[in-house]
């Protein structure tokens, strides 16, 4: 496989990453305009930042499946197998988790309380786990880099 096909997987996944936190950005903002009074609702409405955190939400989606589709891939090709581990298992749990909360999307359109509990709760889940898979993903790219001895 050739050099750099080795690091479009975790360079795609620190994206993802930032891409989360941007997302969880617009979605508190968003929650702020339900809090705010009417002068600043006004204000901040034009900005979209419901509809922008929806738009996200379903790139963040796609992206974290063919990234995770793309890791195993790429791990496979490598190696011949994947290589079973925490890196592998919480990556899958985390895109697992990232389908489940853009399935509350539909709830979370008609206002109702209990998805968006649900929905702030799996992401708080899937930035944790992802921030570990972030960091674990660097040794292993680490492990990448180093020759292998003769």
């Known amino acids: 496989m050739p050099f750099a096909l080795n690091f479009v997987h975790p360079v795609l996944m620190w994206g993802l990453l930032g891409l989360m936190l941007y997302s969880g950005f617009l979605g508190l903002k968003a929650s702020q305009i339900r809090k705010v009074g009417p002068d600043d609702r006004k204000a901040m409405l034009p900005l979209r930042y419901g509809q922008r955190h929806a738009r996200l939400g379903l790139v963040i989606l796609a ?3 063919l990234g995770a589709a793309g890791g195993m891939g790429a791990t496979f090709l490598k190696n011949g197998k994947l ?3 925490p890196h592998l298992f919480v990556g899958l ?3 697992v988790l990232v389908g489940a909360t853009a399935s509350l999307g539909h709830s979370l359109q008609k ?8 929905h702030v709760a ?11 898979q972030a960091l674990s993903g660097v040794a ?3 492990k990448l880099l180093t020759p292998a001895p003769l």
């Open 63 to 65: 992206v974290t499946l």
């Open 83 to 85: 290589i079973l581990g």
């Open 93 to 95: 749990a985390v895109a």
């Open 111 to 118: 206002g109702k309380d209990w998805a968006r509990g649900l």
């Open 122 to 132: 799996l992401n708080g889940t899937v930035l944790v786990l992802f921030g570990w």
């Open 140 to 142: 292993i790219v680490q």
